[in-house]
């Protein structure tokens, strides 16, 4: 049975640091391209980041570039989401998913997602 599961959310002022995991596990990652998505209340989900699964190609969304960086760790099936400067906009549960391929941005194309963590920045 495939998991993703999220964690290193929480509350955190504004122009503060967190640093998401996603662990992933039931099967090989082999080939797939891992990504964030957050969704704020009332909003639609929305695409964060996502990398390939060799880590070489990378891609954000505009309103995040320069402040947060995607990474994994192929070996352990894992990917991250270093966020810095943080901005009460980017209040919002965070999710993580997981798909066969190359880099996507919406969230139909996600085979794996997990629960999401919580992020809240206040000002």
């Known amino acids: 049975q495939v998991q993703v599961v999220e964690s290193g959310g929480g509350l955190v002022q504004a122009g503060g640091s967190l640093r998401l995991s996603c662990a992933a596990s039931g099967r090989t990652f082999r080939g797939y391209a891992m990504g964030w998505f957050r969704q704020a209340p009332g909003k639609e989900r929305e695409f964060v980041a996502a990398?390939?699964?060799?880590?070489?190609?990378?891609y954000y969304t505009n309103s995040v570039k320069g402040r947060f960086t995607i990474s994994r760790d192929a070996a352990k099936n894992t990917a991250y989401l270093q966020m810095n400067s943080l901005q009460p906009d980017d209040t919002a549960v965070y999710y993580c998913a997981a798909r066969q391929g190359g880099i996507a941005t919406m969230t139909p194309q996600y085979a794996y997602w997990g629960q999401g963590t919580q992020v809240t920045v206040s000002s």
């Open positions: 990398i390939t699964w060799s880590g070489g190609n990378t």
